[in-house]
């Protein structure tokens, strides 16, 4: 199988699966495509016990999602699923959720908007301690409607999760993983180290011992599953509400006029700022 937004490479009973769609890593349908891909793939292969998720980039784990192709779903996020009230960017984090595997996300750079929304539905999020994650959708005048505003709550509390969504900020990987974003933030010299070697042990588990742990939590948490999902729903009727907006048209038309380069995407919530301010 092979793909052209990600990068497999086979250790043991490892996957390591490396995220690669330049010039700064966007999220783009094709990408969601090929995760669905790999997912159906995973839920058949009882040989790999860990996956783990990194960039080829190292100043972008993912940018965020392509506006290009979010203008395209604007009004009905929920057209690329087959279910009424999830769109596809839902589903695939629901998806990934639900694999046997341990999954992993090993972030250094940046990581925004889709990208952070994907990597909350994973097992466990690593960073390192200067990384950047941001959910920046209230500038353009709508909201993380990829699970990111559900899964931000379910994370860091209803407070802080309002922090981080309508601040439009980058928070440090520190400050994520005080709010509950990520598992930990390391030292850049130490994060490759810890993750190895936390996968390494994982992968020494059988599979029916990672099954029972799973099965566990599942239960733990099955009373969330319906607000969960009200939660999800919600997100698109709000999208659908935005994206007929006004103010939504302005925010990614101004975005959209920055055309997505690396020289502004690097510092993206200051530039946001900076030129919708500038068009007031």
């Known amino acids: 199988m092979s793909f052209s937004t990600l990068s497999l490479r086979q250790d043991g009973a490892v996957l390591r699966v490396n995220l690669f769609n330049p010039p700064v890593n966007l999220m783009s349908s094709k990408m969601i495509e090929e995760l669905f891909q790999l997912g159906g793939r995973l839920f058949a292969d009882p040989e790999t016990r860990v996956v783990i998720f990194e960039s080829e980039d190292p100043d972008f784990f993912i940018a965020h999602f392509d506006l290009e192709d979010l203008v395209k779903q604007a009004g009905d996020p929920s057209k690329a699923s087959k ?114 070697e936390l996968a390494a042990r994982i992968a020494l588990r059988s599979a029916p011992v990672v099954a029972m742990h799973k099965e ?39 975005v959209l006029s920055l055309r997505q380069t690396r020289e502004h995407e690097l510092d993206l919530p200051d530039v946001i700022s900076r030129h919708l301010s500038s068009q007031r």
């Open 216 to 254: 566990v939590l599942k239960q733990v948490y099955s009373p969330m599953v319906e607000p969960m999902f009200a939660g999800l729903a919600a997100e698109n009727d709000a999208f659908r509400r935005a994206s007929a907006s006004e103010e939504f048209k302005a925010g990614v038309e101004a």
């Open 83 to 196: 279910y009424p009230d999830m769109n596809a960017l839902q589903a695939l984090a629901l998806s990934w959720q639900s694999l046997p595997q341990v999954t992993i996300a090993k972030v250094a750079g940046r990581c925004r908007g889709a990208g952070l929304e994907f990597i909350l539905g994973l097992s466990m999020r690593f960073s390192t301690e200067d990384a950047k994650f941001c959910a920046p959708e209230a500038s353009g005048g709508f909201l993380a409607c990829g699970g990111g505003t559900t899964r931000t709550a379910l994370a860091a509390g209803p407070g802080r999760a309002l922090e981080v969504l309508l601040s439009g900020r980058d928070f440090s990987g520190l400050e994520a993983e005080r709010y509950g974003l990520v598992n930990r933030a390391l030292p850049a010299d130490q994060l490759d180290a810890y993750v190895n």
